[in-house]
């Protein structure tokens, strides 16, 4: 993690509250895909959150995205309601699929499909 201290402890409220938004409105935008905020970056100025989304099951990861994207007011506002005393300003919020999670899935299908011979006792 890298920023300054308040950056941090920011993107860590962040994370958890998102958490919690997601995690009450299964059905209301995300139709039970399962959500996790995998990461929340913060700029410097705390007015802009990058929130980084892992949907382990999603079908159409892209399409949830959109989802999220045109239901991000509603989010905003929900995250204003739950830290709105805490802080100034309720940051603009930026979504993005992570993509660590993405390649790690992608490489453990490569490894498994490897045909890697087994070690022989010579």
Request: a positive charge; glycine letters at 4%; aromatic letters at 4%.
């Amino acid at each position: 993690m890298s920023g300054t201290t308040r950056q941090q402890k920011y993107a860590k409220l962040l994370l958890k509250e998102l958490s919690e938004i997601f995690q009450r409105d299964k059905k209301g935008i995300l139709d039970n895909t399962f959500i996790t905020i995998a990461d929340v970056r913060v700029s410097t100025d705390l007015s802009i959150a990058k929130v980084y989304i892992s949907m382990m099951l999603a079908k159409d990861k892209q399409k949830t995205l959109e989802k999220i994207n045109l239901r991000k007011s509603e989010i905003r506002k929900a995250l204003g309601d739950s830290i709105g005393k805490q802080v100034r300003i309720v940051p603009e919020l930026i979504f993005y699929i992570d993509e660590v999670e993405e390649n790690a899935t992608r490489l453990d299908d490569i490894i498994k499909n490897l045909n890697i011979p087994k070690k022989t006792d010579e």
